[in-house]
């Protein structure tokens, strides 16, 4: 199976829409496809046992909920500069030590996104930058939790986004 051409039927500011066109055994099949730029996310301990978390409101599920902190890969970005770089702009906290968790695809059906999750640690305080992303950003509250409590708030539910989840067990079965 292989991609045969693709049209474009929605360039947009965070993504693109295609419509695939797609050898299979059973002939052409059409696939709509989402391209991403990519993304990080950050796992930010501020003390051994605890991390930042942003609590964020977010139209596509029009609640509020907790999350790490995350951005997109900008053009001609390496990930690991987009991670110092989104870290400092939505906390205001400056990481010397980052070191890459783990990298996945959150939803191979319909789209390459590929995020990449780096863990922060040794963090200075160095001010809040200028959010030039979304509007909502700049009503988010940056908190910190322990690890253990976030654990069981994934446990029971309350913690449904996705590179929060895979951080935080990423990080306790690979690290700890």
């Keep these: 199976m292989y991609v045969i051409d693709k049209k474009l039927i929605f360039d947009g500011k965070l993504l693109k829409l295609y419509i695939y066109h797609v050898e299979t055994p059973d002939g052409i099949k059409e696939r709509e496809v989402i ?3 990519g993304a990080v ?39 690991e500069e987009t991670a110092f770089r989104e870290l400092e702009e939505e906390t205001g906290y400056r990481a010397k030590v980052l070191e890459k968790l783990i990298s996945y695809y959150p939803t191979v059906g319909y789209t390459n996104e590929i995020i990449h999750v780096y863990l922060a640690k040794d963090l200075e305080y160095v001010g809040k930058g200028n959010l030039e992303t979304s509007p909502e950003e700049k009503y988010m509250k ?35």
Excluded: N, Q, W
Aim: net charge positive; no cysteine.
């Design 35 to 37: 391209e991403h730029k």
């Design 41 to 79: 996310a950050i796992l930010a301990f501020i003390k051994d046992d605890e991390i930042i978390i942003e609590r964020r409101y977010r139209p596509a599920l029009d609640k509020e909920i907790l999350e790490i902190p995350a951005g997109l890969i900008k053009h001609g970005e390496k990930p």
């Design 142 to 176: 940056v908190e910190t939790m322990k690890i253990d409590k976030i654990l069981e708030m994934i446990k029971r539910g309350e913690v449904m986004d996705s590179k929060t989840i895979i951080a935080v067990l990423s990080y306790l079965l690979l690290k700890k």
